[in-house]
């Protein structure tokens, strides 16, 4: 192969690339001076190392924003590893996971989240985090936080806190029902809560609580803990390591929904 700067000139009197023999140069008629305006162009070796360029600074460019919204998504570096692919495989219910993120565009649309539940040590929060990387991955904002991280918002953060927390694709709760539980703390949970359910999009939260404690939690005559539950109830469906779990009235839609989407599976 002959180097890319080399040329000869060819038809027309026209410079041409010697390694691909297209023309370098392109021929403009002018009428009033009578000789042709000879212009520079790409030959098609220069076009295709330069497409080719682009390519790999467009996938460059995506991967340091994935970079980014990683590093912004987890408030524990070592949550970046955990994927599907690192798994061990005894969760049983992480191709349900895979299945929600193969699905995700309709889901996004249906606004149907989940409520991972299940004893400590279940992988509650590995297979939230896998999600969560999956999607980051495909180059959506997801953002991870925990429920005591949220209650504790200071006064002065607290709104413009809460309304950044809508520009996330997706919202992972973890540990709901470790948050402190003065009336500040609730008040700074139900704003998040309520926020993510005022902007129509999915909300995972994950628990060591079981169905029949959020139940009991949500019949408490406190208003607060009725909105909060109330609110993440409508948005989420339960899923525990048995299966779907229907014995929550309100997202009985939302489960049915849920159920077709992890018949359904898919590839990633
Ligand atoms: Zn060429």
Known sequence: MKAEDDIYIGDGGLE??????????????????????KVHIMCECQRSRYEAEQVERKEREFQALVAGNRSICFHESRMREWTFENDDG?????????????????????R??????????????YMAAA??????????????KDFAEISNISIFDSEE???????YDLLILDDLGAERKSEFAMQNV??????????????????????????????????QYQRIYDRIFDMCVPLCIDGVSKRLPSAENKCEYMESIFEKGGAL
């Open 16 to 37: 041409y690339c010697s390694n691909c023999h297209t023309p370098r140069q392109h021929a403009i008629p002018n009428s009033i001076m009578g000789a042709d305006f």
């Open 90 to 110: 005894k969760n049983p219910m992480m191709d349900k996971a895979k299945a929600f993120v193969a699905n995700w565009d309709e889901i996004k649309h249906k």
């Open 112 to 125: 149907a989240g989940l409520i991972l539940f299940g004893g400590v040590g279940s992988g509650k929060t």
């Open 131 to 144: 999600i969560a990387n999956a999607l980051l991955d495909k180059g959506l904002r997801v953002l991870m």
């Open 161 to 167: 806190y809460v309304k950044s927390l809508s520009d």
């Open 190 to 223: 139900f704003n998040v809560v309520n926020r993510r359910w005022e902007s129509g999009k999915p909300l995972i939260v994950t628990t060591n609580l079981s169905l029949i404690e959020m139940k009991q939690l949500r019949a408490r005559d406190d208003i």
